[in-house]
């Protein structure tokens, strides 16, 4: 069978069971299994697979047609630029989340931290604490999860970026683990209402539970997480958490509770859709 036929053939089983972007999924698996660029992908057309690539390649377009997601196929997802291992023990990190990790590299520098602490709450793969470490160089991020199965996962990634000296793991629930007064707390919590997790699409279920759902309404989380803040914060410093778009009321509300003096903003990302709500104490003196 030739790369083309087999790339071909492939992309019509995908579309056949809904996942949208099949073209595209096809070439990244079939690049998968022969180990291949892009370039040499389409100079590849004409060549042969040979058949033990063929089984592991139809092997892993039927687990993608039974709607298990690519990154969890292929064993990584790139974020803010950067490869990460990933397992259906974590979340897929996702694009709009580069937002907090841009949020946070903007206070540090504008604020010229030389030393910062930084808490990142419910790590998962890592993503947002080792993309930090990894552009700001004085950056120690305490990385929590109460998921140990996470936790390794973060840590095959902290060695692979090799930031594990400034990236210290943490087991525990949300804030508990933190020991000392940090910079900077920012978060990615579980923000799906518990009811709507199940009209989710397949690829979403496929994902941890403890990742997505925030409770009755979504929003159990971020209440703890602001709640119990005020204690963990100095009193010149930033939270970044990530909202669904419907939480923006409901967070302001609450930040304006717990933190009455400070700047309080809801940012939207590139699709204009609300997605963080950030909170800044009082103002640094340069
Ligand atoms: C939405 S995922 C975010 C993962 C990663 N930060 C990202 O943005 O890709 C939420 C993470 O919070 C963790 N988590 C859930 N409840 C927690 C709790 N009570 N304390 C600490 N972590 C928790 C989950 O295990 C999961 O890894």
Request: net charge neutral; glycine share 4%; proline share 4%.
């Amino acid at each position: 069978m030739k790369v083309r036929e087999a790339w071909l053939e492939s992309r019509k089983i995908l579309k056949c069971n809904g996942v949208q972007d099949y073209s595209i999924e096809a070439e990244v698996l079939l690049r998968h299994v022969l180990g291949i660029d892009r370039v040499k992908f389409f100079q590849s057309l004409n060549s042969d697979i040979s058949s033990n690539t063929k089984i592991s390649f139809y092997d892993m377009i039927h687990r993608r047609s039974s709607r298990e997601p690519l990154a969890y196929i292929i064993g990584s997802r790139e974020f803010y630029g950067l490869d990460f291992i990933v397992n259906p023990h974590v979340l897929i990190p996702r694009q709009e989340t580069e937002l907090l990790v841009e949020e946070v590299l903007n206070f540090l520098s504008l604020h010229s931290l030389k030393n910062p602490l930084i808490a990142d709450i419910g790590t998962g793969s890592g993503s947002i604490a080792i993309s930090i470490a990894k552009n700001y160089e004085g950056a120690t991020i305490f990385a929590t999860d109460k998921s140990i199965d996470a936790l390794k996962v973060a840590n095959l990634n902290r060695h692979k970026h090799a930031v594990s000296d400034r990236v210290k793991l943490l087991h525990g629930n949300l804030l508990s683990p933190l020991s000392q007064k940090v910079d900077v707390i920012v978060s990615n919590p579980p923000y799906i209402a518990s009811n709507i997790i199940g009209n989710l699409e397949p690829e979403v279920q496929n994902e941890p539970r403890e990742a997505l759902d925030g409770g009755y309404s979504g929003v159990d989380y971020i209440n703890e997480l602001i709640s119990t803040s005020t204690c963990i914060l100095k009193s010149n410093g930033m939270i970044a958490i990530e909202i669904n778009y419907d939480h923006s009321e409901k967070s302001k509300k609450l930040c304006h509770e717990y933190f009455p003096k400070a700047e309080i903003s809801v940012i939207e990302d590139l699709t204009q859709t609300p997605r963080m709500v950030r909170i800044v104490l009082a103002k640094r003196l340069q």
